[in-house]
């Protein structure tokens, strides 16, 4: 919704005054940002909360394990991140 962005707060005053003052406008944002939330992962808060528990698994696992930290791929992790809500 690049329509949004304001890159001044001059702009983002402009851009908060119209939507306020266009009829319908605040309702059509809010139904499209419903739309596109529900296809995106980052409200898949259960998906989301399972791949941040199997990275601080990971690391702590390293850490008994008296490695050093590391950057963790959760692409491949266990079966846990990788079921469905």
Not at 17 to 36: D, L, N, P, S
Not at 62 to 70: E, S
Not at 80 to 85: A, K, P, S
Request: with cysteine.
């Amino acid at each position: 919704m690049p329509e949004l962005i304001a890159y001044s707060a001059g702009e983002y005053v402009e851009r908060a005054v119209k939507i306020a003052r266009t009829t319908g406008m605040i309702e059509e944002i809010k139904h499209r940002i419903m739309a596109q939330a529900a296809g995106s992962a980052l409200f898949h808060s259960r998906h989301i909360t399972r791949k941040i528990e199997a990275a601080y698994q990971a690391a702590m696992t390293r850490a008994w394990r008296g490695l050093p930290p590391d950057h963790l791929d959760l692409r491949n992790c266990t079966d846990i991140c990788n079921e469905t809500d």
